[in-house]
C-alpha cells in the first residue's frame, strides 16, 4: 500500500525507486526543458525577464538530458498500472528528444495535444515567431491498454462537441501564479489549474492515484484534490514544497464524491432488448401501444415484435415503416396509457430504465 495525498521530497528518479510496481494510474510529469538560454533576455526597455535560469534546468549536454530522459521515464513505466498512461508536456527544446525515447521504451502513442496560450509572453527579440504553444503527449502503457477516456465527460464539457486536440488556455498568471512576500513568483514555469483541469478530468477516475515525478508548486496535486482524485507528489526544492503545501492545505476535501464521476458513455451502458421487457412481464402480449399522437396503434407479441395490421417488426423497423422514415427509435416513439383511467401517454423507454434499475443497479 502506497501513501498518497504527499509530497516526497528528493531526486525524483531515486524516489519513483523507491515505489512499487504498477502502484499509479496516471503519470503527468513537466520534467527540465533544458532551455539552453544564452544570457540573459531583455524587454526593449532593457528590463531583465523572469526566464528559467534556475540550476534545475541545466545539463551538461543532449547526452546528459537524454539519459535524464530514460531513467525517469523507465521509472515512471514501471510504476505505471498496465492500463495507465502518462502525460509529459514539453517545448521545441526537448519534446521531441522525449517523444523519441517514449515509443524507444515501448509507450503507445495516443495524442499530441497542443496547449496554445492565449496570452504568451511576446518574443522581444524580434528574431523569431513568438512562442505560442506548448506539446503534451498522452500515451498509454502498451497498444494493449484498457487505458480511461472519459470521452462522453470531454464531449459535454465542450459543449457536445467532440474534444479537439488544439487546447486555446491562457498561462498561469494574476491571483492563479504564487509570489513570494516581495512579489517575485515562486516557480518560473507554473502551469495553469486550468490545463491539468482537462487532463485529470479526461484521463482519470474519482480515486485513482496521479503521480508528478516534477512537483513544483503542486498545481497537479490542486486539480487532483479538487476533483477528487488521490495524488503523490516528488519535489526536490524545499522552497516548491513548501509553497505548495500552503496551497494543497487550503484547498477543501470535497464532499459529494458523485459530482466528480464522468459521465458514462452511452455504449458502455448494458443494453435492455424490447423483448426482455416483455419477458419480466412489464408489458404483456396483446398491450397497444401509440404514438404520442395516436396517429398509429400496435400490438405487443410474445416474441417482442409488434403488429399492426399485415405489418410487423421491431419497435423500431416498425415504427420507421409507418413513418416512411429510414430509421426510428422506437423506445420513444412508441407510447402507453399511463394508468388505466387516464387519457396520458407515457414513452415505453420509461420501462427499460425501469428494468435497468431492476438489474443493474438493484
Known sequence: MIQTNCIYQGNSIEVMRSLPDKCVDVVFADPPYFMQLGGDLLRPDSSKVDAVTDSWDKFADFLAYDTFTIDWLKEARRILKDDGTLWVIGSYHNIFRVGYQLQNLGFWMLNDIIWVKTNPMPNFKGTRFTNA?????????????????????????????????????????????????DGKKVHTTQKPESL???????????????????????????????????????????????????????????????????????????????????????????????????????????????????????????????????????????????????????????????????????
Open 133 to 181: 504553444h506548448e506539446t503534451l503527449i498522452w500515451c498509454a502503457k502498451s497498444d494493449k491498454s484498457k487505458y480511461t477516456f472519459n470521452y462522453e465527460s470531454m464531449k459535454v464539457f465542450n459543449e457536445d462537441t467532440q474534444m479537439r486536440s488544439d487546447w486555446h488556455l491562457p498561462i498561469c498568471s494574476g491571483g492563479e501564479r504564487l509570489k513570494t512576500d
Open 196 to 362: 491539468l483541469y482537462r487532463v485529470i478530468l479526461a484521463s482519470t477516475n474519482p480515486g485513482d492515484v496521479i503521480l508528478d515525478p516534477f512537483f513544483g508548486t503542486g498545481t497537479t496535486g490542486a486539480v487532483a484534490k479538487k476533483l477528487g482524485r488521490k495524488y503523490i507528489g516528488i519535489e526536490r526544492e524545499e522552497t516548491y514544497i513548501r509553497y505548495a503545501q500552503k496551497r494543497l492545505d487550503e484547498i477543501a476535501d470535497i464532499i459529494d464524491d458523485t459530482l466528480y464521476e464522468p459521465k458514462s458513455s452511452k455504449r458502455a451502458e448494458p443494453r435492455i432488448p424490447f423483448g426482455s421487457v416483455v419477458e419480466h412481464g412489464l408489458l404483456k402480449p396483446g398491450q397497444k401501444l401509440f404514438d404520442i399522437k395516436k396517429r398509429y396503434c400496435a400490438t405487443v407479441r410474445a416474441d417482442g415484435s409488434l403488429q399492426t395490421g399485415r405489418e410487423s417488426g421491431s419497435i423500431h423497423q416498425l415504427g420507421a415503416k409507418l413513418q416512411g422514415l429510414p430509421s426510428c427509435n422506437g423506445w420513444t416513439f412508441w407510447h402507453m396509457p399511463a394508468g388505466r383511467k387516464s387519457d396520458e401517454l407515457v414513452a415505453i423507454d420509461s420501462l427499460r430504465q425501469q428494468l435497468k434499475q431492476a438489474i443493474y443497479v438493484a
